[in-house]
């Protein structure tokens, strides 16, 4: 059983850049893709960006500007940056498998792992 | 961007009854070349990652119940509790991966009556 855990600061400030972990246990990360999707409190879920397990990356036009993601195969894990983040970031952050993707596009389809989730604040 | 809009925002079903939940694309998300409507189902109980129910907007996935199904075509998509559970109370959302970036839904929440 896949299983994905995400690890991260709990509390970021302005200006500042927000950096997550996912771990992926139960499987390989050289297979699949992993996702980075979002979630205001009390809101409804923003996907962040994608990535192959090759390092091809594909990011949702809003947050490109902004937004990086990582893989390090050797340690099973994918990673998320965001710079520059503001109170509109808070929110939780979640990693999520996507078993296939548009290869045309290089985009996921949907997703079928997620991780608990992990809640990340903007503040002072 | 696709917009997907779902409705209602919530409602409430007696326990053993039929919810009806429906999802709106502001675009076609059925791709022609081979048929398939790029539409999937999620649900979130609280405090809780979402629970993939549906892809392919019809084809359930593995474990989940069959009084969970999904239809529809182009741009406009159903998902039927055939008899809704206490364990079904939740916020349901769907999305689109016909086009990038991937889109969802404002969510439905799911009560009992």
């Known amino acids: 059983q896949v299983q994905l855990q995400e690890s991260g600061p709990g509390l970021v400030k302005p200006s500042e850049t927000l950096s997550l972990t996912c771990s992926v246990s139960g499987g390989s990360i050289s297979t699949y893709n992993w996702n980075w999707i979002r979630q205001p409190p009390g809101k409804g879920l923003e996907w962040i960006g994608y990535i192959h397990y090759s390092g091809s990356t594909n990011y949702n036009p809003s947050l490109k500007s902004r937004v990086t993601i990582s893989v390090d195969t050797s340690k099973n894990q994918f990673s998320l940056m965001l710079t520059s983040v503001t109170a509109a970031d808070t929110a939780v952050y979640y990693c999520a498998r996507a078993p296939d993707y548009d290869i045309s596009t290089g985009t996921p389809y949907y997703f079928d792992y997620w991780g608990q989730g992990t809640l990340i604040t903007v503040s002072s | ?113």
């Open chain 2, 1 to 113: 961007d696709i917009v997907m809009t779902q409705s209602p925002d919530s409602l409430a079903v007696s326990l053993g009854e039929r919810a009806t939940i429906n999802c709106k694309s502001s675009r076609s998300v059925l791709y022609s070349s081979n048929n398939k409507n790029y539409l999937a189902w999620y649900q979130q109980t609280p405090g809780q990652p979402p629970k993939l129910l549906i892809y392919w907007a019809s084809t359930r996935d593995s474990g989940v119940p069959d009084r969970f199904s999904g239809s529809g075509s182009g741009t406009d998509f159903t998902l039927t509790i055939s008899s809704l559970q206490a364990e079904d109370v939740a916020v349901y959302y769907c999305q689109q991966y016909y086009s990038s970036p991937r889109t969802f839904g404002q969510g439905t929440k799911v009560e009992i009556k």
